[in-house]
């Protein structure tokens, strides 16, 4: 099968930089111009061991345990392997050394220089030194003979020699270099290699071609060469066998040949191009590590197996197992008999003779990898393929140059069909959220938007650090690590630390609670016997923790304890904000390299509900969880391995929708994000970029980044999708405004105001867009999301667009969109008058609604409604017409919720207040006359600050639980097929509303909404006379809703001359109930009074005439505002 890239990784910083395998090949050693030699146990090693030898290390080689480099201060040192403590200097130059080598035994070294100088010294006496002289220019390349008797070399002066170790003497020079004055000029670096074991060949890259050369004739047999190669070779390596040939190109291409056939195997393109320069092949199977002149490392897996024998190796195992580190070690065990190694047995035979041309180590059960699958399941026992084996056999024994006969080996008989179905994943093992692993000395418990937390645990001190980003909440803190604590958390409360259970010591919980008023500010809570903690996580007032008994324990912050209840499955990690708790889970076993996961989501406040029961928690494929967590305003949020940010969405029945892809913004793929913390207004992903590993180090300091939300929109690219991704990420990072309103606590109204017109604006700059592409059905979509005001606006643009059809079906849309709000506020008037008579005849507990106010509370409210009246009643006079509030945009909203929220600004609740400024919507509804919307929706973050008695500066969204309030009536359905009202009639309509003064001419009703009536209209007087005939008609009908439905279609039924004449008789009604209003208002300014009264006598004379010239500033603005190109 083709050879597997693995993606590069970051090794060092930009360089020439060397690679190569350890005797065993159980890790890869590299150097670079960053003066450090790093041992990686893999290539996913996040954490390798790195050795400072100089400034820059220009070229190393280990051999028996012994590390030499060649350093920028011209000098050969050796370290002790794996440990890197220095062990002396072999030998020293004039100036830099370019290639250091071993021989095979690993008792000599020779090192080429820039001084034209080639040396060979004894390792362990180095006093024992042969000086070889002959170069011209500084020496590229050396490569010992196998048997020590001859040293090749290349040298910048266009030769390649070999040299006879033994006297010292060149025994032959080529001229096939380019010739240049130093190694940073040359094309190639040219490192040329002999055949391993015989040493028969030697191998020379020049130009496109690798030359090869027979030992002691010297000749040139034959060369390789393929059509792919398109630049000048650099490097060249041999496999371990010699049957193969490696070489790599100044433009990042990598070929194989098998040498005895002189066929090309395999062909692996660097993934950006860069220089190859360093090149390795694994000691015993078909891995090639490589380097290129950038620092970066990569591997290549699966390469042509110079044995015969499938790719197993302790390289790739260590893969596995460090993986697998992250997953619990214990589950293999656990597994069905079916998973054991021991049931699915497969004689010794038959495990090194697998065909060759099998895709890899996939039929390797003790590989513990995720393996391909061909699908296939043995009939019956002995479904082993005898020929393959055989042919396998032969293949190796030819290989091994070993007798024998496939018929001496005995097939089991006894041998149960070899299982190759999916494989179980391990499942991962619980952390905690922005926490870097236990195995480092110096690591992060935890890093969140209050502060952070390090741990310090090595010879000379073993104490946690805690730093607050705002050191008002509190002080930076030092505490000392006796018990061993691995898991922390961090709130404005509280610090709270867990260690796990010894043999002497329970596990405990830690809790230093420095927001407590009293002087006792810890607690500790001791595990039952054989009960470890795992997850621990701080809210509002609470604890968590989840142990390894499938249990969870709640406690106070004070340290009660308090509910007791079991996890479905194994905890993976927790999260807390405020009354919120976000569990993930085991909920089964994944397969295939899928993670298997659950997530609870719990309330605990007043209210303790269960918000999401167990649901399977997405994950991209073949990943695992690496962060949870709440954002800023309490939405649950998760991060997996391959970056994907996914965020709950309330709006959309409690589904995760991915916000953010933090690969996209990585520049390498060795490269990761590790996540901090989430604000969703300003939207903003805090994390912290890790170059070449998974987390940061804790020194130096690591800077915090930020990231901008992107949903997985199609075509971003075009107007429209880019419009669409804007429109439906405002609509998802303001949801958690909804669920602040629904749950009582405080936000910034004007945020949400904010929200409503950007998502308006979105929704109008489509539509235009659709209609310019003649797109009309799609306005019509379009104008299902807007608000009713923003449907105006657009039949307004769809027939000054000459789109009569259009401006039809708009219209239709609006009369559905007033049926359903009229619908819904039947339906709220109906509660809220039951909940008004259930509390003032029969509730027997002191509510907010039923418990009597102070004398002089009551005397403010009615201040505040008095100055708030004057205030909307200045407003009205001054501009002719109502701002476009935040009560409108709640109400108008395209869902048809009712939910209107009162203002968290307000220093003290009054329910009777709510009931007033309920009115506005339908004085802004009926009150547009021929103005734009876009200039109120300018308006919409103005807040009128007289209406704010204690005003709440603060920005961010503190979660603060309100007392409950009443819901606001809505604008009814009927106030939107008024006729236009004067001026004066609208200044009526407002005094009306006074609640002081009650209306007189009103059906009976309950005396609390006798007070509050609005003015009839022609169809609500129409209504009332033919109630009984629609009832007698549809003798089914039994909501208020339909009947309204009914009555509106045989309204809309009568000639004009009818409505109008109802129109006219509900006026008259309605002007005498304003007479009536006007007995018992104060008195107001008179002089004020009179020059409304005049304005709008002057407005309804002049009306027909200047209701175009009214309009055309408006248009203009439409104009531009639909047509702008962003």
Not at 439 to 458: A, E, K, P, Q
Not at 722 to 749: C, I, P, T
Not at 1088 to 1116: F, G, I, R, V, Y
């Amino acid at each position: 099968m083709p050879a597997t890239q693995k993606p590069m990784r970051y090794g060092h910083t930009e360089g020439h930089t060397d690679v190569c395998f350890d005797d065993s090949g159980s890790c890869i050693v590299t150097c670079g111009s960053d003066g450090d030699v790093r041992i990686w146990e893999d290539l996913d090693d996040d954490d390798p061991k790195s050795i400072n030898v100089g400034e820059k290390a220009f070229s190393c080689a280990l051999k028996n345990g012994k590390l030499v480099t060649a350093v920028s201060n011209n000098t050969v040192q050796v370290h002790t392997f794996p440990e890197g403590v220095p062990d002396g200097i072999l030998t020293r130059f004039t100036t830099n050394v370019n290639h250091v080598v071993f021989n095979k035994d690993g008792t000599k070294i020779a090192a080429g220089s820039s001084d034209f100088l080639v040396k060979v010294v004894e390792v362990m006496d180095n006093s024992q030194q042969k000086t070889f002289r002959g170069h011209d220019a500084p020496v590229l390349s050396l490569s010992f003979d196998p048997k020590d008797i001859f040293l090749a070399s290349a040298s910048c002066d266009g030769t390649v020699r070999v040299w006879d170790i033994s006297d010292q003497t060149c025994a032959i020079s080529w001229p096939l270099l380019q010739k240049c004055n130093d190694v940073v000029n040359a094309k190639s670096i040219c490192r040329l290699a002999w055949q391993p074991k015989t040493g028969k060949l030697l191998a020379i890259p020049v130009e496109k071609s690798v030359k090869l050369y027979w030992r002691e004739t010297w000749s040139n047999p034959f060369d390789l060469s393929d059509s792919s190669i398109s630049q000048a070779l650099n490097i060249v390596t041999w496999s371990p066998c010699g049957q193969y040939l490696a070489a790599g190109t100044i433009n990042g291409l990598i070929v194989v040949w098998n040498v005895e056939t002189k066929d090309c195997m395999e062909r692996i393109k660097h993934e950006k191009g860069y220089a190859i320069c360093g090149l390795s092949w694994h000691p015993a199977c078909g891995q090639i590590s490589y380097t290129d002149a950038q620092g970066n490392l990569g591997l290549l897996e699966n390469v042509c197996d110079p044995s015969g024998k499938m790719s197993s190796n302790k390289v790739s195992s260590r893969v596995e197992n460090d993986y697998n580190d992250l997953f619990d070690g214990d589950d293999a065990s656990n597994a069905g008999d079916f998973l054991n190694d021991n049931a699915v047995e497969i004689p010794s035979f038959s495990k090194g003779i697998i065909n060759e041309d099998e895709d890899d180590d996939d039929l390797m059960l003790t590989s513990g990898r995720t393996r391909q699958r061909n699908h296939i399941l043995g009939d019956d026992e002995n479904s082993a393929d005898a020929t393959v084996l055989q042919t396998g056999l032969f293949k190796e024994e030819k290989e091994d140059d070993q007798a024998g006969n496939i018929h001496s080996l005995p097939l089991i008989k006894s041998q149960r069909p070899f299982y190759d179905g999916p494989m179980p994943t391990p499942r991962q093992k619980p952390f905690q959220p922005s926490s870097t692993p236990l195995h480092l000395t110096h690591r992060f418990m935890v890093w969140n938007s209050i502060g952070i937390i390090r741990c310090y645990n090595d010879e000379q001190d073993n104490a946690i650090d805690v730093e607050f980003h705002d050191t008002s909440i509190h002080h930076a803190t030092h505490l000392s690590n006796t018990l061993n604590y691995t898991v922390a958390d961090l709130s404005h409360e509280a610090i709270l630390l867990a260690c796990e259970s010894t043999d002497d010591l329970a596990s405990k919980l830690h809790c230093l609670h420095f927001s407590s008023w009293d002087s006792s500010k810890e607690w500790v809570v001791d595990m039952p016997q054989s009960e470890d903690i795992e997850a621990i996580c701080l809210g509002q007032g609470w604890v968590a923790a989840a142990t390894s008994t499938l249990l969870l324990r709640l406690f106070t912050i004070g340290g009660v304890q308090k509910e007791v209840f079991c996890l479905p499955g194994p905890v993976v990690s927790m999260a807390g904000h405020g009354d919120q708790l976000f569990i993930v889970y085991h909920r089964g076993t994944g397969f295939d390299g899928d993670q298997c996961l659950g997530v609870q989501l719990l309330e605990l406040g007043q209210k303790k509900k269960q918000i999401l029961h167990g649901d399977p928690l997405p994950l991209t494929r073949k990943s695992y969880l690496t962060w949870v967590g709440f954002s800023a305003e309490g939405t649950p949020c998760y991060v997996d391995s391959e970056g994907c940010v996914r965020m709950l969405n309330r709006g959309l029945g409690n589904t995760w929708t991915p916000i953010c892809n933090t690969r996209e913004h990585c520049k390498g793929k060795s490269d990761h994000y590790w996540v901090v913390g989430i604000h969703e207004n300003p939207q903003q992903l805090r994390c912290i970029p890790c170059k070449g590993s998974r987390f940061p180090p804790t020194l130096p300091r690591p800077a915090v980044a930020i990231l901008a939300f992107k949903l997985p929109y199609c075509q971003v690219a075009t107007e429209k999708g880019q419009m669409e991704e804007q429109f439906w990420r405002s609509v998802l990072l303001h949801n958690h405004l909804d669920y602040l309103a629904k749950n009582g606590y405080e936000y910034e109204e004007s945020t949400k105001n904010q929200a409503i017109k950007e998502q308006q604006e979105l929704l109008m700059k489509m539509l235009a867009l659709s209609c310019k592409l003649e797109r009309e059905f799609r306005c019509v979509e379009l104008a299902d999301l807007m608000t009713q005001n923003a449907v105006n606006l657009a039949i307004k643009y769809a027939s000054r667009s000459r789109k009569l059809i259009l401006a039809q079906k708009l219209s239709e849309l609006a009369v559905e969109k007033a049926a359903l709000l009229a619908a819904t506020q039947a339906e709220e008037e109906e509660e809220e008058d039951f909940r008004k008579q259930l509390n003032a005849g029969y509730s027997n507990t002191a509510t907010e609604w039923s418990q009597p106010k102070p004398r002089r509370q009551v005397e403010d409210d009615a201040e505040d409604r008095g100055e708030n009246d004057d205030l909307e009643e200045h407003e009205v006079h001054k501009h002719g017409k109502m701002h476009f509030r935040a009560s409108t945009n709640f109400s108008d909203t395209p869902t048809g919720k009712s939910s209107a929220v009162i203002c968290s600004n307000q220093g003290r609740v009054n329910p009777f207040k709510v009931l007033v400024n309920s009115k506005e919507p339908a004085i802004s509804a009926n009150s547009t006359r021929s103005t734009n919307i876009l200039d109120n929706m300018d308006k919409l973050s103005r807040k009128s600050t007289p209406l704010n008695r204690a005003a709440n500066n603060e920005k961010s969204p503190v979660i603060k639980p309100l007392i409950p309030k009443p819901k606001s009536k809505q604008v009814s359905a009927a106030s939107y097929f008024q006729k236009r009202t004067s001026q004066a009639d609208k200044t009526e309509e407002i005094k009306e509303e006074n609640p002081k003064i009650p209306t007189s001419e009103t059906p009976a009703m309950s005396p609390q909404n006798s007070e509050h009536q609005r003015p009839k209209t022609g169809f609500q007087v129409w209504l009332e006379e033919n109630r009984s005939h629609i009832l007698s008609d549809n003798s089914d009908f039994s909501d208020e809703a339909d009947i309204i439905k009914e009555g509106m279609v045989r309204f809309r039924a009568l000639s004009a001359e009818e409505r109008k004449a109802w129109n006219n008789k509900a006026k008259g009604e309605t002007t005498s109930d304003g007479a009536e209003a006007k007995k018992r208002k104060r008195v107001v300014d008179e002089s004020h009074e009179t020059e409304n009264q005049k304005e709008a006598t002057k407005e309804n004379l002049s009306l027909p005439k200047k209701q175009k010239a009214l309009d055309l500033p408006a248009n203009q603005k439409l104009s531009a505002f639909a047509f702008k190109q962003e």
